[in-house]
């Protein structure tokens, strides 16, 4: 398997403009996660996904952030409008769900470096 | 509500010295326990986990943690560093009895190994 593809690998935009980035997990994987990394936050988790439901959003940072995944092989993270404050790495993540709740170990995408302007 | 607490942003140690990594959790559940690293423009990996069972856990590359439930520590060690190890390391627990799971990353600690 190539593991979980992020694109783009980075992205520079202009503050206002429609960002969309995108994830393919694992084939059989059954969740999937998008994470958001500052120097000044760390890790933060926006939302997750399990069999392509969206689970938990409470992270996801106001009205201009969205998530879909349409399919298990594809999900999407839109900021529309970007801000330079969205300047980060984010990182889409997917694990396959296992009996112990919460022991599942995530594999994490290269991640996409948006920087806006 | 569960929460971990990694000390020190930043650690130096010399080639082939001990490397000593703290991560405290806490959990009203008792926690799953990860330790993950991520080398420069990469995404995290796996290093060790701690679920049940044995308390030392022993990972890739030479590293491993100790469950320390009195303490409420993870700390991750390895004996000798080698230049490889530097990159960053995310500790992180999850366990939840609610149905639903979340992982939470600590703020994560950069190690530095000198020649």
């Known amino acids: 398997d190539a593991g979980v593809i992020q694109s783009p690998r980075h992205e520079v935009t202009e503050m206002g403009q429609e960002v969309t980035l995108r994830c393919k997990p694992i084939s059989g994987h059954d969740y999937l996660f998008w994470y958001r990394q500052t120097m000044m936050r760390g890790l933060e988790l926006l939302i997750y996904?399990?069999?392509?439901?969206?689970?938990?959003d409470s992270g996801m940072p106001e009205d201009r952030f969205s998530a879909k995944m349409p399919n298990a092989s594809f999900s999407t993270l839109k900021i529309q409008p970007s801000e330079p404050r969205d300047s980060a790495v984010y990182f889409c993540?997917?694990?396959?769900?296992?009996?112990?709740?919460?022991?599942?170990?995530?594999?994490f995408g290269a991640g996409s470096r948006l920087t806006v302007l | 509500a569960q929460s971990v607490t990694q000390l020190g942003s930043h650690v130096s140690v010399s080639e082939g010295a001990l490397v000593l990594l703290r991560c405290n959790y806490s959990?009203?559940?008792?926690?799953?326990l990860f330790w993950y690293v991520q080398y420069p423009n990469q995404g995290l990996q796996l290093l060790l986990k701690y679920t049940t069972g044995a308390t030392l856990v022993k990972g890739i590359n030479g590293f491993e943690a100790e469950f320390k439930k009195s303490e409420t520590s993870f700390h991750l060690t390895k004996p000798s560093a080698h230049m490889s190890d530097a990159a960053e390391y995310f500790c992180a627990v999850t366990r939840s009895l609610s149905g639903t799971y979340k992982y939470i990353f600590g703020t994560g600690t950069r190690l530095k190994v000198l020649a």
């Open positions: 996904f399990n069999n392509n439901v969206p689970i938990d």
């Open positions: 993540a997917s694990s396959l769900g296992q009996g112990q709740y919460g022991a599942n170990v995530l594999t």
């Open positions: 959990s009203s559940v008792p926690p799953y």
